[in-house]
Antibody, heavy 117, light 110 residues
């Protein structure tokens, strides 16, 4: 069965960086993309970025361009999301999701990132 | 890259039907066959309910249906049940490989 397992809770100070991992299993990793989606407390879903696990092509939300990078390691079927220059409004649950032409059909369990001084 | 527009809340009684709209532009919803809908219960990860405008993944009840007209997509839930109470989000894939979500709609089953 398809599973996406994310790394654990992070607490960071303003200005720091965070890198969240997402290990995929149960399917051919390079056959799909991975998108990252975040959800601030009490707020809606926000798409952050996408990567093709096949060729590494990426696209990012304009709002986060320059602060976010998504990568993959095909040898371990793992995707990563790094967010830099963290601010308090980056506090959110971060999800990875398998992306099939913009349909997010499987989701990770979510990783809580708290940014606080 | 503005968020798609959804009503903040909708409600209905058990057994009734409700429709949630999702309005975008000619650059996203209006130009895409890749509109999807997600259900999210509190504290849980979202679940795909509809993909490519009107297709249901395996295991999703046929009480859920999707459609699109112009720049507006719609999710209809028929025969409302208590367990349908959740937040619902639409999403669209655009021609520039960008994805965008709607602001979300809270469904209350009265």
């Amino acid at each position: 069965q398809v599973q996406l397992v994310q790394s654990g809770t992070e607490v960071k100070k303003p200005g720091a960086s965070v890198k969240v991992s997402c290990k995929a299993s149960g399917y051919t990793f390079i056959s799909y993309g991975i998108s990252w989606v975040r959800q601030a407390p009490g707020q809606g879903l926000e798409w952050m970025g996408w990567i093709s696990a096949y060729n590494g092509q990426t696209s990012y939300a304009q709002k986060l361009q320059g602060r976010v990078t998504v990568t993959t390691d095909t040898s371990t079927s793992t995707a990563y999301m790094e967010l830099r220059s963290l601010r308090s409004d980056d506090t959110a649950v971060y999800y990875c999701a398998r992306d099939d032409w913009g349909s997010f059909d499987y989701w990770g369990q979510g990783t809580l990132v708290t940014v606080s001084s | 890259q503005s968020a798609l527009t959804q009503p903040a809340s909708v409600s209905g009684s058990p057994g009734q039907s409700i429709t949630i709209s999702c309005t975008g532009t000619s650059s996203d919803v209006g130009d895409s066959n890749y509109v999807s809908w997600y259900q999210q219960h509190p504290g849980k990860a979202p679940k795909l309910m509809i993909y490519e405008v009107s297709n249901r993944p395996s295991g999703v009840s046929n009480r859920f249906s999707g459609s699109k007209s112009g720049n507006t997509a719609s999710l209809t839930i028929s025969g409302l049940q208590a367990e349908d109470e959740a937040d619902y989000y639409c999403s669209s894939y655009t021609s520039s490989t960008i994805r965008v979500f709607g602001g979300g709609t809270k469904l209350t089953v009265l």
